[in-house]
């Protein structure tokens, strides 16, 4: 077999056939190449979408879920409607005791703060952290670290600053880390300069300070504005966010049905309908470019079954010189699959041009909608073994065809 491939003559008779008839081969393979592009293209752009959100939630701990109190809306045990709901610190505590599959409960709390150096000021964001917040949310350091546990047993009054306020309050290499800035009045070092987060992904966090110190200079008590609830792989966020709903529903004396008290933001199960959409995408593409690469290949069986009736003469001068029908079948299939092949090679060609043209027009900058919209080798070689099954299948067909011909009847074609 391999000698056969190598054989001048396999390939000049290949040729041959298809150049008899070049407008009938060329639009013939624009079936095979337009399933193979239409493949290689859809799948790179469902992979560009994919990275575009793993870049959206890469920062966060995804098997989590975000808890805030609102204002109740039913009156229980004494107490009116409409009451306002508040987390405490010892709320937190009791749902990382007592609520099963709980991996991690981070207390924060936010407000606006006057941001002052030199001649230079802004109003951001002030975020009142623990130094866990880097563990569910990963913080992308630029220069300098981020709170750590001594900051906050000492209180100490320390900053990590985003890169755009860096940007607008210090000159270009300026060094940041150990200088001053003044937030209400208040001095704070700056000990980190971070990556400015996603706006896609809610409200930036521009500053962070100790949590223990935003407590002392905003007067909070022990009073937390939202806990960010991130639970083991293994189980259901789902469940994790009604357990903790009814467990701070118990410790506020809130109505059991009351579910206004609480608002919440499932990072977990949003994601799970964005890989599922994700998926349900990959499969809808491979079916669709798979279902065009067979009809094409149908196309070119058939073509081939019409080319078998033209050189029905041919075969049959072949056969009464000796030629076996395993040769006759094998010569087919060669040309069928060689026909297969081309148009594949063609289409993922420009398929690779249409994802470069994709990358330069939606891939770039930070808001980017298909990031590095590509496929993988693996991919490409599996559409071309792809390929190679299917035009090997489809050319048995017009081979079993020319192999039915007696060596007598082909000659008295006219």
Do not use: C
């Not at 000159?171 to 704070?188: C, P, T």
């Not at 935003?214 to 293994?234: A, V």
């Amino acid at each position: 077999m391999i000698k056969f491939l190598f054989d001048r003559d396999t390939w000049q008779e290949v040729y041959d056939s298809m150049s008899k008839n070049k407008l009938r081969t060329g639009i013939t393979m624009v079936g095979v190449w337009w399933g193979i592009l239409l493949l290689i293209a859809l799948l790179g752009a469902a992979r560009g979408m994919e990275n575009s959100f793993n870049r959206a939630f890469g920062d966060f701990a995804t098997n989590s879920v975000f808890v805030w109190g609102q204002s109740t809306s039913k009156p229980f045990k004494g107490f009116q409607e409409g009451r306002r709901v508040s987390l405490k610190l010892s709320h937190a505590k009791k749902i990382e005791d007592n609520v099963e599959g709980i991996e991690f409960v981070v207390p924060r709390n936010r407000n606006q703060a006057l941001v002052v150096r030199n001649f230079l000021s802004g109003s951001y964001s002030v975020n009142g952290d623990f130094p866990l917040l880097d563990k569910v949310q990963k913080k992308k350091l630029l220069k300098g670290r981020f709170i750590n546990q001594n900051d906050i047993d000492a209180n100490k009054k320390v900053a990590v600053i985003s890169e755009d306020i860096y940007k607008q309050l210090f000159e270009k290499d300026e060094l940041a880390i150990g200088q001053y800035i003044q937030m209400n009045s208040v001095n704070f070092t700056i000990i980190g300069v971070s990556q400015t987060e996603n706006a896609n992904m809610g409200p930036s966090s521009d500053i962070h300070i100790p949590f223990t110190t935003f407590q002392q200079i905003y007067n909070q008590g022990d009073t937390i504005g939202w806990l960010m609830i991130t639970g083991k792989p293994e189980y259901s966020i789902k469940q994790i966010e009604e357990d903790a709903k009814l467990l701070l529903r118990n410790l506020n004396k809130i109505h059991p049905d009351d579910k206004r008290a609480f608002g919440s933001f499932n990072l977990g199960k949003e994601f799970a309908k964005i890989t599922g959409f994700l998926t349900g995408m990959q499969f809808l593409t491979w079916f669709v470019g798979i279902s065009t690469l067979i009809a094409g290949v149908f196309a070119i069986g058939n073509i081939l079954l019409i080319t078998v009736k033209e050189r029905t003469k041919e075969i049959g001068v072949r056969r009464a010189l000796g030629a076996t029908p395993f040769e006759i079948k094998r010569q087919i299939v060669v040309e069928a699959v060689f026909l297969t092949l081309i148009a594949g090679l063609l289409g993922i060609i420009s398929g690779g041009w249409i994802l470069i043209a994709i990358d330069q027009a939606w891939g770039q900058g930070d808001d980017a909608t298909l990031v590095n919209a590509s496929v993988s080798i693996t991919v490409v070689f599996i559409a071309l073994l792809i390929l190679v099954v299917l035009g090997t299948l489809i050319g048995l067909i017009p081979a079993f065809k020319a192999t039915s011909i007696k060596p007598i009847e082909a000659l008295r074609e006219e």
